[in-house]
């Protein structure tokens, strides 16, 4: 059991510049959680799939964010035009569906800083 | 929708004494979960200790309980014989079962250990 893991750790773009970042699940894992937390505060949640379905998405900040898990297995979440306002700690977690505990398990997170 | 409330947002603790993290709640769902995560200066979310909605007795997990008063809607988190590597930031957070069980958490309790 490797994990989860997500890359790149730290970002740094360009505001109006789009970028991507990669989670990559326990891999028996069939729940993959989407959360941005900004500093001083908890982390938020923004999208969730299962399997490849994305099942919740109504609170992605703008539609300048998105989210794809094509396989069911890794996934991406990429922020198009990004501005200052998008600079957090983006952290990606995993959980496995049909356990009583539904404890997810959360990656390092990837760094997002917008210049 | 759900709220997660932390009221205490730094606490000194003497090494090898017993600290209490508070956690109140609102959701008016009968069927959720409660869970504390730990996050160290390095950034990951470390899962601590899970309470079920349904379950009679208080969660523990080593040095790490949970005091659950459901009428109350608070789930404190105690934790015994502290020591220095317990200073982190500490997260309560609920999901709701059968809801996607994406999780909402506090604003968080900075914990600091003295030696």
């Known amino acids: 059991d490797t994990g989860v893991s997500q890359d790149p750790r730290h970002k740094i773009t360009k505001r109006g510049q789009n970028v991507t970042f990669r989670c990559d699940p326990i891999s028996e894992h069939n729940r993959l959680y989407w959360y941005r937390q900004t500093l001083g505060q908890g982390p938020e949640f923004l999208t969730y799939f299962q399997n490849e379905a994305q099942l919740e998405k109504s609170r992605l900040l703008s539609d300048r964010f998105s989210a794809e898990r094509p396989k069911g297995s890794f996934s991406t979440l990429e922020i198009q035009r990004t501005e200052q306002g998008d600079s957090a700690m983006y952290l990606c977690?995993?959980?496995?569906?049909?356990?009583?505990?539904?404890?997810?398990?959360f990656g390092p997170g990837t760094r997002l800083t917008v210049t | 929708a759900q709220k997660i409330t932390q009221t205490q947002p730094g606490m000194f603790v003497q090494e090898k004494e017993a600290v209490t993290l508070d956690c109140t709640y609102d959701t008016s769902d009968p069927s959720y979960g409660l869970f504390w995560y730990k996050q160290p200066s390095s950034g990951e979310m470390i899962f601590l200790i899970y309470q079920g909605s349904y379950d009679q007795q208080n969660a523990t997990e080593g040095r790490y309980s949970l005091n659950f008063q459901k009428a109350r809607k608070s789930a404190n988190l105690v934790i015994s014989a502290s020591q220095l590597g317990d200073s982190a930031m500490y997260f309560c957070a609920m999901s709701i079962h059968n809801a996607g069980n994406m999780l909402t958490f506090g604003g968080g309790t900075r914990l600091m250990v003295k030696p």
């Open positions: 977690a995993s959980s496995l569906v049909g356990l009583v505990v539904h404890e997810q398990y």
